[in-house]
């Protein structure tokens, strides 16, 4: 988890130039670390389970683990049934699907109780070492020495990060679909090749 400060002098015509500085969370080492070790634990198929336009790592359904555990297990996690929503009021008596209450903690223990063991290194959640969250104490002390207000750090740690974990989870993704579609590309041009080859051979006079 690091965090890159990107200075820009701007110039508008009729004003001073003035430097604006603008911060970005760089998640690259921690999700490749996750991608490697789901790549372990579930094949490096993986990822075709994610919907990229829909993955919000500061989701329990959406993050990765979440639209992993849904696509897998799904059947398992809906035969707990519905159950009582948790808005506070005790005169609501509405009944909500499992699928809208399931938190982070829920579908982690979830595939940890049905997948293999090498699941269980989640305790209490996946690292933040994995990608899978933002590790909120190591990026508040990224931040202390900041000359910004209190109200940009708390912008910066609370919504920017989980935006840029997320983008780097799609960037991965991202990265492996292209890799597919070349060695599926280059397959199918093998192939086409091996076809033209034979039947340029069969037209051969004997």
Same mark, same amino acid.
């Given at each position: 988890?690091?965090?890159?400060?990107?200075?820009?002098? +701007?110039?508008?015509?009729?004003?001073?130039?003035?430097? +604006?500085?603008?911060?970005?969370?760089?998640?690259?080492?921690? +999700?490749?670390?996750?991608?490697?070790?789901? #790549?372990?634990?579930?094949?490096?198929?993986?990822?075709? #389970?994610?919907?990229?336009?829909?993955?919000? &790592?500061?989701?329990?359904? =959406?993050?990765?683990?979440?639209?992993?555990?849904?696509?897998?297990?799904?059947?398992?996690?809906?035969?707990?049934?519905?159950?009582?929503?948790?808005?506070?009021?005790?005169?609501?008596?509405?009944?909500?699907?499992?699928?809208?209450?399931?938190?982070?903690?829920? $579908?982690?223990?979830? &595939?940890? !109780?049905?997948?293999?063991?090498?699941?269980?290194?989640?305790? @209490?959640?996946?690292?933040?070492?994995?990608?899978?969250? $933002?590790?909120?104490?190591?990026?508040?002390?990224?931040?202390?020495?900041?000359?910004?207000?209190?109200?940009?750090?708390?912008? &910066?740690?609370? @919504?920017?990060?989980?935006?840029? /974990?997320?983008?780097?989870? @799609?960037? !991965?993704?991202?990265?492996? =679909? &292209?890799?597919?579609?070349?060695?599926?590309?280059?397959?199918?041009?093998?192939?086409?090749?091996?076809? /033209?080859?034979?039947?340029?051979?069969?037209? @051969?006079?004997?």
């Amino acid at each position: 988890m690091k965090l890159i400060e990107k200075t820009e002098v +701007v110039r508008r015509p009729g004003h001073a130039s003035m430097k +604006v500085t603008a911060y970005t969370w760089d998640f690259t080492e921690e +999700v490749g670390r996750g991608a490697a070790w789901l #790549d372990r634990t579930l094949g490096a198929d993986w990822w075709h #389970d994610l919907d990229l336009d829909a993955l919000n &790592l500061n989701s329990g359904l =959406q993050c990765v683990l979440g639209q992993l555990a849904m696509s897998r297990f799904r059947d398992q996690l809906l035969e707990f049934g519905s159950m009582p929503c948790d808005c506070g009021d005790p005169d609501c008596g509405t009944e909500v699907a499992p699928d809208t209450r399931f938190e982070y903690n829920d $579908v982690t223990r979830m &595939l940890v !109780e049905t997948d293999s063991t090498d699941w269980a290194i989640h305790a @209490q959640g996946l690292p933040s070492r994995y990608g899978f969250f $933002v590790n909120d104490a190591a990026g508040r002390e990224l931040l202390d020495d900041l000359d910004i207000s209190l109200e940009e750090k708390e912008h &910066l740690l609370s @919504q920017d990060s989980w935006e840029h /974990l997320t983008w780097a989870w @799609q960037d !991965e993704i991202k990265t492996r =679909q &292209l890799a597919e579609k070349k060695a599926n590309d280059e397959a199918a041009n093998r192939l086409l090749d091996e076809l /033209l080859a034979e039947e340029s051979k069969e037209m @051969q006079p004997a």
